[in-house]
DNA sequence: GTCTATATCTCGATAGAC
DNA sequence: GTCTATCGAGATATAGAC
């Protein structure tokens, strides 16, 4: 019956990758030694190895799994479909609400692509695609409907995802806003930024 | 008469600080070294400490001398003073002019904030905020004549810059688009997302 | 599953010859 | 002003005992 201390539960191997996460946020992939995550988690460097084959492939697991969850928190988002302008209004704050409940993760999916190699890259660089595809889709049906007054939805899209994303450079709870109410004012940014019919 | 090779017209000490900005803008301060830095300039690495005193200042060095342009453009930049909108949108266009001529520079400004020692680094975002406060102003004032319909400048100035900045992540020469045409787009966006009047 | 110990390497920075 | 040589530290990753 008895178990080796670490291994109820299986609670180690989570803790380094909550661990890595908060360090690679905090200090950078490159800055941050195998040494310090170990410390953290409070075992040697060597047992660290026993749940990763090795650094680079604890920032691809980081980021990949950052990236799907995106996907599949925007597929399960209850959200209408058929009318364009409802769609973008809940990307909108589904986007904003996403990105500060998990600014550990946004800020390494977007700070530490440089630090992937050339295989992981592509592979990540994929779904960040296929992400910025679902806005662009939405900007796209808006369009043909005549509800905004956008020429490029390609370029309408990267204009307010990076508009969005930026919120978690700032954003402070506790602050004179409630996320909620940055919510409403990005997603009045937003219909402006692409020139929506105010209704 | 005769000098050492390096000295006509001093033009080692600037190769340091051309080939630094590329390399840390590339793969990231952390993941470059001082040997990588001195073989692209074509000496060895103890001869680059004639020029630095230590990598840390060549980091701030490239940022500040990067935030200290960026203000000093902004204020030379001629643009009218006086109507708000107008202001805005030479505000909008310079900034994005600015931005893809110095990529380089600007992707180290925004992602190296975590490598600068303490002093280093409240140095640097007294400039930022005194940049970020350009615009704030602009729209406190819009926002005073009635002329756009933000709640919140200061949020605003926020949006609009994150959205303005992101430019240099998609953006390549040679494409569909020239930098003109997307400076237009990008003065649409801007005029949409404070909500300004058409005219 | 974690430990200690270590192999192998690279790092930033300095010293001193020329 | 640049070189060679090197110091001391710290890096990733592995081996083998327990």
New binding site residues.
Partial sequence: MA?????FG????PRVLSTAQRLFARHGYAA?????I?SEV??????????I????SLLFDLMRTHMDEVLQAWEDEPHPTGDPLAELEAFTRFHVRFHLERREAVFIAYMELRNLDPENLEALLARRKAYEESLTDILRRAKAARLVSISDPKVAAYGVIAMLTGVQTWFKDGGDLSREKVADIYWEMTRGAVGAMRG
């Fill in positions: 178990r080796t201390a670490g291994s299986g609670v180690t191997g941050v030694s195998m040494r310090q170990a409070g075992v040697q460097a060597g047992a660290l190895y026993n749940y084959p090795d650094k680079q």
